[in-house]
T-cell receptor
Framework: AQTVTQSQPEMSVQEAETVTLSCTYDTSENNYYLFWYKQPPSRQMILVIRQEAYKQQNATENRFSVNFQKAAKSFSLKISDSQLGDTAMYFC????????????FGTGTRLTIIP | DVKVTQSSRYLVKRTGEKVFLECVQDMDHENMFWYRQDPGLGLRLIYF???????EKGDIPEGYSVSREKKERFSLILESASTNQTSMYLC?????????????FGPGTRLLVL
């Protein structure tokens, strides 16, 4: 069974600074997909960024980027130039690549951006 | 835009009551999911459905059942609500066969069982 671990329950950072959220996972699969989701206070969960395990290049979406280390089974999220609207719960998630539609989520990191 | 709606944002029920949580999606997605979200535990999958009238147990199905009579609607049923089912319930949907496609989430139902 796959597991996803987020070891930082809470983090805070000053506005405009850079912050990195960590995520590790455990799987015996060689090909899989990883995701970061954001859940703002009282708002719906949305996808931030995704990574295919067979791609060595780290995914980037504007101010959001990942550091994917396949051998270490690590998938951290970096937020550059953090903004107040980045305040949210962030969840790391995993799915294997064999038609399984299910996601396995980590326990989440509550990120607060301080003005 | 994909829209996933849930019938209630907040719900208060008594122990032993039968509770229905409804979820509707408007994008003709085959797959629908029910999660519960608890502090420190993240999202845990209760049940999912990959087609009408089809369902599979997730990681924590005990005390829950589901119904999917129409493609757009997926209902979560608490047959006899208990206080340990107090939680945030999230519904999601996504199309089949597109592994990179995100799951689209509803706004959640915060259920309090007294």
């Amino acid at each position: 069974a796959q597991t996803v671990t987020q070891s930082q329950p809470e983090m805070s950072v000053q506005e405009a600074e850079t912050v990195t959220l960590s995520c590790t996972y455990d799987t015996s699969e060689n090909n899989y997909y990883l995701f970061w989701y954001k859940q703002p206070p009282s708002r719906q969960m949305i996808l931030v960024i995704r990574q295919e395990a067979y791609k060595q290049q780290n995914a980037t979406e504007n101010r959001f980027s990942v550091n994917f280390q396949k051998a270490a089974k690590s998938f951290s999220l970096k937020i550059s130039d953090s903004q107040l609207g980045d305040t949210a719960m962030y969840f790391c998630a995993f799915t294997p690549n064999f038609g399984n539609e299910k996601l396995t989520f980590g326990t989440g990191t509550r990120l607060t951006i301080i003005p | 835009d994909v829209k996933v709606t849930q019938s209630s944002r907040y719900l208060v029920k008594r122990t032993g009551e039968k509770v229905f949580l409804e979820c509707v999606q408007d994008m003709d997605h085959e797959n629908m999911f029910w999660y519960r979200q608890d502090p420190g535990l993240g999202l845990r999958l209760i049940y999912f459905s990959y087609d009408v009238k089809m369902k599979e147990k997730g990681d924590i199905p005990e005390g829950y059942s589901v119904s999917r009579e129409k493609k757009e609607r997926f209902s979560l049923i608490l047959e006899s609500a208990s206080t340990n089912q107090t939680s945030m319930y999230l519904c999601a949907s996504r199309p089949t066969g597109q592994v990179l496609e995100t799951q689209y989430f509803g706004p959640g139902t915060r259920l309090l069982v007294l």
